[in-house]
């Protein structure tokens, strides 16, 4: 027998769900500035030094849907601007962390509706897993 809640206690429960929600999503898009932030600082040290590792354990490493999608979309923006150095850096991603990286990066690409400025700016560009990339947004 499941239990209501009475007329009475009714407006006390929205302010409680009203009051939690307020408080969880600020922690939330903290987390998702913060890696944003971080995603630049990587892209801006790539960028200076040419040193693919950390931007591809960067790529590769999970931390949760929003945030992870964050550094996506962040990644799909720096690369239309940055073909060579972008291919370079996703050639050397472990082949066994390819596939996911490709299925989040592409998700990204579509999500933000870059898909024609993405093969755009790709146009002409060889790479396995661009192709594997330009595969997974048909």
Known sequence: MSKR???SRYPKTLFV???LSVAVY???QD???RVGVETHKILREYE???DPKPLRLWLTEYRGEATGHEVMILVVEW???NQSAFIFAIEGI???KVQPFVESFAFAVTDTSSDKEFRKSFKGHKSKVLTL???ELH
Do not use: G, N
């Open 17 to 19: 769900i009203l009051v």
């Open 79 to 81: 690369a239309i601007k």
């Open 133 to 135: 990339i330009l595969a």
């Open 26 to 28: 600020p922690l939330v």
């Open 48 to 50: 200076r030094t040419r």
């Open 5 to 7: 809640i009475s007329a």
């Open 94 to 96: 472990q082949k066994e």
């Open 31 to 33: 987390q998702i500035d």
